[in-house]
């Protein structure tokens, strides 16, 4: 699986959108980029994922480059809970779901009032 | 739907003793991960099963640790005998093959070696 590059540590206002960046240089033409995030002491929560159009649901957008070397995740109107550390994943999506997700260092989140 | 149920929640044993943590999957999930989160190395994958079956163990520490998924409502990763270096958050996680909602993770079992 490829790769991905993210900031340690990001800080955003209350209320502000948030983006917070994810290279992964050396994706492959199969593989998916999928966002997790770890709110303190909880297990990690699934945002969201997406191959190379840019993605929505109710938590967050997804913006993935042309080229998809790199993505942006973003949360539109951030609250003190979306405290967190967040996770770019790069993996293959395999038809019976058998592969593995390895977590990086991710990016901790600190929404300031 | 109760989600990933994780047991104990917690968990403090003394250095040689075995250790049982219980896992049951969202059902209808056909795979389950261990994994393992500490300061220093963060999470750590440490095995998986696709319906029931171990298709990667390269995570596992060492022979102290084993896991088994006798059925697909139930796992246990199992640690025997247990060393203060263990203490970590073990987490595990269950998925389906449509992956439309990604991986759903337990609340985590948070054990101590003394």
């Known amino acids: 699986d490829a790769k991905t590059t993210q900031p340690t540590s990001m800080d955003c206002a209350e209320g502000r959108a948030a983006n917070l960046p994810c290279n992964h240089s050396?994706?492959?033409?199969?593989?998916?980029v999928y966002w997790y995030r770890q709110i303190h002491s909880q297990g990690p929560q699934y945002i969201i994922h997406g191959l190379k159009n840019n993605e929505t649901n109710e938590m967050a957008s997804l913006i993935i480059t042309e080229d998809r070397k790199s993505s942006t995740l973003i949360l539109p109107h951030a609250t003190l809970r979306d405290t967190a550390v967040y996770y770019c994943?790069?993996?293959?999506?395999?038809?019976?779901?058998?592969?593995?997700?390895?977590f990086g260092q991710g990016t901790t989140l600190q929404v300031k009032p | 739907d109760a989600g990933v149920i994780q047991s104990p929640r917690h968990e403090v044993t003394e250095m040689g003793q075995e250790v049982t943590l219980r896992c049951k999957p969202i059902s209808g999930h056909n795979s389950l991960f261990w994994y393992r989160q500490t300061m220093m190395r963060g999470l750590e994958l440490l095995i998986y099963f696709n319906n029931n079956v171990p298709i990667d163990d390269s995570g596992m520490p060492e022979d102290r640790f084993s896991a088994k998924m006798p059925n697909a409502s139930f796992s246990t990763l199992k640690i025997q005998p247990s060393e203060p270096r263990d203490s970590a958050v073990y987490f595990c996680?269950?998925?389906?093959?449509?992956?439309?909602?990604?991986?759903?993770f337990g609340s985590g079992t948070r054990l101590t070696v003394v």
């Open positions: 994943i790069v993996r293959a999506r395999g038809s019976s779901n058998t592969g593995k997700l390895i």
């Open positions: 996680a269950s998925a389906t093959g449509g992956l439309s909602y990604g991986y759903t």
């Open positions: 050396t994706i492959s033409g199969n593989e998916y």
